[in-house]
């Protein structure tokens, strides 16, 4: 099944329901004042949640992004550029295998991608840059959170690549040049770099 949305301006969080495949052929999508206006306000609303099992891909998220994409279970995200990152670009809200193959993000204030739930994160072919971090697991969290970085390009991170509190998460790099990412690793116990 497919969902479809016509692009442009969204008052309503576009909705990708289980085991269904949105693709928006490269249009255009932002966030209507409904949604939220792309600042560092909490509680803005994503343009797009992905239930378990969705597909999101050739999708460009445009200014304003409120607060991007949400996921809930397994999600797989392709070609998914975000121009100008909203509050966050993308959050794990629920459990799940999350894995983002191709397209880029840049100019957030904080985080890029914000992990609110233990879950595997793959990011791949991506590239990353001009925001806080990279990757945050939510702030105080201690639940497990994998992260695999392969073939990105991360630059001007003003923290870090990814930063955790908890001491079981673990991140796995390779492939993967970077420049200007702060700390690059903050609170990660268990790194794994180009298979070391
Ligand atoms: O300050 O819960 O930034 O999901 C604490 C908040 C914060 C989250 C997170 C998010 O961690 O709102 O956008
Ligand atoms: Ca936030
Ligand atoms: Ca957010
Ligand atoms: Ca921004």
């Not at 329901?17 to 209507?32: I, L, N, P, S, W």
């Amino acid at each position: 099944a497919a969902t479809s949305a016509t692009p442009g301006v969204q008052n309503t969080t576009i909705i990708v329901k289980k085991g269904e495949v949105f693709d928006g052929k490269g249009q255009r999508y932002t966030a209507g004042s409904a949604l939220g206006d792309g600042s560092q306000k909490e509680g803005q609303k994503p343009i797009f949640r992905i239930e378990n099992g969705g597909t999101l891909k050739n999708v460009v998220l445009g200014y304003p992004a409120a607060d991007g994409v949400h996921t809930y279970g397994d999600a797989n995200l392709q070609n998914i550029v975000w121009e100008d990152i909203g509050e966050d670009a993308m959050t794990i809200k629920e459990s799940g295998k999350v894995t983002l193959d191709g397209g880029s993000a840049t100019n957030g204030d904080d985080k890029m991608f914000q992990i609110n739930a233990a879950s595997t994160f793959t990011v791949k072919n991506f590239k990353g840059s001009k925001a806080g971090k990279f990757i945050r697991q939510l702030g105080g969290s201690k639940f497990k959170v994998d992260v695999i970085i392969d073939r990105c390009d991360i630059s001007n991170m003003k923290e870090a690549i990814f930063r955790t509190d908890s001491t079981t998460s673990t991140v796995k790099m390779t492939n993967t040049r970077y420049h200007s990412v702060g700390d690059k690793f903050i609170g990660v116990k268990h790194i794994t770099e180009n298979g070391n």
